[in-house]
C-alpha cells in the first residue's frame, strides 16, 4: 500500500464516521430526506462562497454552504406551515429549484473554473491526496483530511456534550420541553451539523456519497439493535467497513471509489436488510408464518372446547366446518398434537387438560384485548412452535 | 431576440420545435401523474425513483453495448421499478420508515449507478460518451422519435387515467373504503405507481436524474393551490407542466450557456410561488387579507360594545359623549368609528358621539346573537 492509498482510506473512514453520527440521529428522528435535501441545495451556497473567495476549501466558503442547507430546513419548515402542501411535497420543492440556481449560477458565470456540477454531486476521492495543506512550506497531510477531521471532532464533542439532550428530544420532543431543554434549538443544532458535514465531506466524495454515508450505515444498524449507543457504535463500525471495503472494491474495478463506497454500502444493508435477527425479511416472514399458523391453531381448539357433541369433533366434519385445505389441517393437528393439546380416538378429537386450560387463557387474554400476554403464554404452553 | 421572432422562430427550426414540443409533453404527462403522487404523500418517490433509474441505465448499455435511447429507457424502467418496490418492502416488512427507505434506495441506486458509468467509461468502446447526458439531462438530445415515443406513452397514460378515474380517485381518498367495496387495491395501486415511474424515467433524457423530482412535484403542488376538485387538479397540473416546459425551453434558447432542465425546475417553481402566494381561497396574500379583515370586524365590535356600556349608564341612549373618551380603548380608530357612522350605529356630531337606538338593539344583542350562532 503506497502513502496515497492510506490517506484515502483514512479520509474515507473519517468521513464515514462523521457522516454516520449525524446520520444516526436523522433516520431515529425521520428526516433522513432532509439530508438528501441539504446536500442538493447546498450548492448555490458554493458557488456564491467560490466567486467570493476563488478557493474551493476556504473555511468562508463551508460556512456559507452551511448556511444554505441550513435556509434549505427553514425554507422547507415554513412552505410546511403555511399548510399548503405536505412535508414531503415541500422538501420536493425547495430542494431542486435551490439545486436548478446553483446549477444556472455556474452555468453563466464560472465556465472556466474548476467547478462543475459533477465534482459536487460525485466527488473524486482519488485527487484528495494531491490537495495538501502546507502550514509555512511543511506539507501536514491532505487537506480534506483537516478539513473532515476537524468536523469530526466538533461533531463528536457536541454528541457527547449534548448526549442525553439529543436523545431525548428524538425520543420524546414533548417531554424534551418540558424538562426546559428546546427540541427547537436542539434541531437546528442538528440540521446545522449535518449541513457542515454534508458541505466537508462533499467535495472528496460527493453529495450523493454523502446521503448514502449518512443514511445506510444507520438503517441497517436499527434493524440490529435498538439501543441508541450501540446503534451509534454498530453504524459507525458499518461506515468504516464499506469505506474500506469500497476502495478496494474500486481499486478492483477501476472505478469511482465514492461509487464502490455506497456500492458496498448497498451490499451491506441489503445483507442486513434480508438477515437480521428479529427484524430482517426472512425473520419477519417467517414470524409471520408461526403466528398465521399459531392463530388457526387457536381457532381449533377454541371450536374443539365450544362443541361437545363427538359429531363436532369429528376429522372429516372438522374439515369440511372450518374449511381449511388437507395441508394446513393436518400441520394445525400435528403442532396441536405435539404441543398434546389434543386427543384423537376413533377419528375423534378432543381437548387434553392442557389443551383445555390453553383456550380458557387464551380467550381470556383476548377478551380483556392484553395482545402483548398472548406472546408471553405461548411460551409457557408450547413445547414446539408454528 | 424578440418574442415574435421566437415564436416564428419554433415553428420554422427542426431542433427548437422539437425540444418545444417534447418538454411540453413531458410537463403534461409528469404534472398529470404528479397530482396522483403529491395526493398519495408519495412526492419524494419521484426523487428517489429518478435516482434509481440510471443503474439501469448502465447495466442496459452494459448489456447491449449500443446507445439507443429506447432501449436505455426500458433499462431505467425496470431499475426504477426494482427500487419501488424495494421502498415498498423496507417500508412493509421492517420498522423503517418511509423517509429511511426512500433516502436509502435513492443513494444506494445512485451510488451503484456511478460505479457502473465510471466502469463503462474506462472500457475500450467508443460508444459510452454522452451516458452522462442522463444525470443532468440534455434537452438538445432530444429528436422526433423521443418526443413521439413521449406523446404515445402520454396518451397510454391519459386512457388509462380515465378508464380507471373512478378507481384512482377512489383509491387517493379512502383505500379501506375501496378494498371493502371490492376493488383490488393492490393492482390499482402499482398500475398508478408503475405510470409514476414510466413518466419520470421518459423524463430523465430531458431534465436529468436529479430534478425530475421538481417536475413531478411543482405543477402539481402550483394546480392543488386553486381547486379542490381532482379532474381539475389534474388538468390544472398538466398544464402549468406544458407551459414550464415552452417558457422554459424560450428561456434556456434564447441565453447562451443554460441548460433546459434546471431553468425549467425553476420557471415550474415560481409557478409554485405564485400559487402559494396568490391563490384566491388558500393563497397566503387573501388568507393574510382575510386574517387583517376579521380583526378590523373584531375591533369593530369591541368598539360598538363599549360604547354600548357607556351608553347603557344613561335614561337616554343617544345622550351624546366626547370622542376622547374613546382614545384610550384599543379598538378605537378613526376608521373604525367611521365604518360605525356608515352602518348608522352612530351619529357624529362634532366631537360628540351618540348611540343611534339601532346601534344600541344591535350592541346589547352583539354577544347574544355570537352565541346563537355557535349553537
Redesign the interface.
Known amino acids: 500500500m503506497s502513502n496515497a492509498q492510506i490517506e484515502i482510506q483514512l479520509i474515507a473512514s473519517i468521513v464515514a464516521i462523521a457522516c454516520a453520527i449525524p446520520g444516526t440521529f436523522l433516520?431515529l428522528r425521520?428526516?433522513?430526506?432532509i439530508?438528501?435535501a441539504i446536500s442538493?441545495s447546498i450548492l448555490p451556497g458554493i458557488v456564491i462562497g467560490f466567486f467570493i473567495t476563488q478557493d474551493l476549501n476556504s473555511p468562508l466558503l463551508i460556512i456559507l454552504a452551511a448556511f444554505s442547507g441550513v435556509i434549505t430546513v427553514v425554507l422547507v419548515e415554513y412552505?410546511q406551515k403555511?399548510g399548503?402542501?405536505?412535508e414531503?411535497?415541500a422538501?420536493?420543492?425547495v430542494f431542486?429549484?435551490l439545486?436548478?440556481?446553483g446549477?444556472?449560477l455556474i452555468?453563466?458565470n464560472a465556465?472556466d473554473v474548476h467547478l462543475d456540477?459533477?465534482a459536487v454531486?460525485?466527488g473524486e476521492l482519488a485527487f484528495a491526496p494531491f490537495d495538501r495543506l502546507l502550514i509555512s512550506g511543511v506539507d501536514v497531510g491532505p487537506k480534506s483530511l483537516w478539513i473532515i477531521g476537524s468536523i469530526l471532532i466538533l461533531t463528536v464533542t457536541l454528541v457527547i456534550a449534548f448526549f442525553k439532550e439529543l436523545k431525548v428530544s428524538t425520543f420524546d420532543a414533548g417531554l424534551s420541553a418540558s424538562l426546559g431543554f428546546s427540541p427547537v434549538v436542539i434541531h437546528y443544532g442538528l440540521m446545522t451539523v449535518s449541513s457542515v458535514t454534508t458541505v466537508g465531506a462533499f467535495d472528496a466524495v460527493g453529495a450523493?456519497?454523502v446521503?448514502?454515508l449518512?443514511?445506510?450505515p444507520?438503517?441497517s444498524a436499527?434493524?440490529l439493535t435498538t439501543d441508541l449507543k450501540r446503534m451509534l457504535i454498530y453504524s459507525i463500525c458499518f461506515g468504516i467497513l464499506s469505506a474500506i471495503s469500497g476502495y478496494w472494491l474500486?481499486h478492483w474495478?477501476?472505478?469511482?471509489i465514492?461509487?464502490?463506497?455506497?456500492?458496498m454500502?448497498?451490499l451491506l444493508?441489503l445483507g442486513i436488510?434480508l438477515f437480521a435477527p428479529n427484524?430482517?425479511?426472512i425473520a419477519?416472514?417467517y414470524r409471520e408464518k408461526q403466528q398465521r399458523t399459531e392463530v388457526l391453531l387457536l381457532t381449533f381448539l377454541l371450536h374443539l372446547k365450544n362443541h361437545t357433541e363427538k359429531r363436532e369433533r369429528h376429522v372429516n366434519h372438522l374439515n369440511e366446518h372450518i374449511n381449511w385445505q388437507k395441508v394446513r389441517s393436518k400441520t394445525i393437528l400435528d403442532l396441536a398434537f405435539k404441543n398434546n393439546m389434543i386427543l384423537i380416538e376413533n377419528k375423534i378429537v378432543s381437548l387434553t387438560e392442557k389443551g383445555d386450560e390453553f383456550t380458557s387463557q387464551a380467550i381470556d387474554y383476548i377478551i380483556t384485548n392484553e395482545d402483548a400476554q398472548i406472546e408471553d403464554m405461548k411460551d409457557d404452553f408450547f413445547l414446539f412452535r408454528g | 431576440m424578440d418574442i415574435t421572432e421566437y415564436i416564428q422562430l419554433v415553428f420554422t427550426d427542426y431542433t427548437l420545435r422539437t425540444i418545444t414540443l417534447g418538454t411540453a409533453v413531458l410537463g403534461a404527462v409528469t404534472g398529470m401523474l404528479g397530482s396522483f403522487a403529491?395526493l398519495r404523500?408519495?412526492?419524494?418517490l419521484?426523487?428517489a425513483i429518478s435516482?434509481a433509474a440510471l443503474p439501469g441505465i448502465a447495466i442496459a448499455f452494459l448489456i447491449t453495448g449500443a446507445k439507443d435511447s429506447n432501449v436505455l429507457l426500458l433499462g431505467a424502467l425496470v431499475s426504477g421499478l426494482i427500487g419501488t418496490f424495494w421502498i415498498r418492502?423496507?417500508i412493509k416488512?421492517?420498522?423503517?420508515?418511509s423517509?429511511?427507505a426512500?433516502?436509502?434506495i435513492?443513494?444506494?441506486?445512485?451510488?451503484?449507478?456511478?460505479?457502473?458509468?465510471?466502469?463503462i467509461q474506462?472500457q475500450p468502446n467508443a460508444n459510452q460518451a454522452g451516458l452522462?447526458k442522463y444525470?443532468?439531462g440534455q434537452a438538445a438530445t432530444l429528436v422526433e422519435s423521443d418526443v413521439l415515443l413521449m406523446t404515445i406513452v402520454t396518451s397510454v397514460c391519459l386512457f388509462v387515467l380515465l378508464l380507471f378515474w373512478k378507481e384512482f380517485k377512489i383509491l387517493l381518498f379512502d383505500a379501506d373504503y375501496t378494498q371493502t367495496l371490492g376493488f383490488n387495491t393492490k393492482f390499482i395501486d402499482i398500475l398508478i405507481t408503475s405510470f409514476i415511474v414510466l413518466a419520470i424515467v421518459l423524463g430523465l433524457q430531458t431534465v436529468g436524474v436529479?430534478?425530475m423530482?421538481?417536475m413531478?412535484?411543482?405543477p402539481a403542488?402550483a394546480a392543488?393551490?386553486w381547486t379542490n376538485s381532482l379532474s381539475m387538479m389534474v388538468f390544472l397540473a398538466a398544464l402549468f407542466g406544458a407551459f414550464s416546459g415552452v417558457v422554459g425551453t424560450a428561456i434556456s434558447a434564447s441565453q447562451n450557456?443554460?441548460?433546459t432542465?434546471?431553468?425549467i425546475?425553476?420557471v415550474a417553481?415560481v409557478f409554485?410561488l405564485f400559487s402559494?402566494v396568490f391563490s384566491p381561497s388558500?393563497g397566503?396574500l387573501f388568507k393574510q387579507i382575510r386574517f387583517i379583515k376579521n380583526r378590523r370586524d373584531l375591533e369593530l365590535h369591541k368598539t360598538l360594545a363599549f360604547m354600548f356600556h357607556i351608553a347603557e349608564t344613561h335614561d337616554d341612549v343617544s345622550h351624546p359623549h366626547t370622542i376622547k373618551i374613546l382614545n384610550n380603548f384599543q379598538g378605537y380608530t378613526k376608521s373604525t368609528l367611521q365604518k360605525l357612522v356608515d352602518k348608522k350605529y352612530v351619529t357624529l356630531d362634532g366631537s360628540n358621539w351618540s348611540l343611534t337606538s339601532e346601534g344600541f338593539k344591535t350592541a346589547s344583542n352583539l354577544y347574544n346573537q355570537q352565541m346563537q350562532n355557535n349553537e
Open positions: 433516520v425521520k428526516m433522513a430526506m439530508s438528501d442538493h412552505i403555511t399548503l402542501v405536505k414531503d411535497t422538501i420536493g420543492l431542486p429549484v439545486f436548478s440556481i446549477v444556472i452555468a453563466k465556465n456540477v459533477d454531486l460525485l450523493i456519497l446521503v448514502a449518512m443514511i445506510a444507520a438503517a436499527y434493524l474500486a474495478l477501476d472505478a469511482s465514492s461509487g464502490s463506497i455506497t456500492t454500502l448497498g444493508f436488510y427484524k430482517g425479511v419477519v416472514l | 403529491v404523500k408519495q412526492s419524494l419521484g426523487d435516482h418492502g423496507i416488512k421492517t420498522h423503517l420508515k423517509d429511511t426512500l433516502g436509502l435513492l443513494s444506494l441506486f445512485f451510488g451503484f449507478g456511478m460505479l457502473l458509468l465510471t466502469f474506462k452522462d444525470l443532468f436529479v430534478l423530482s421538481a413531478l412535484l411543482a403542488a392543488r393551490q450557456n443554460l441548460s432542465g434546471p431553468v425546475v425553476i417553481g409554485v402559494f388558500r397566503l
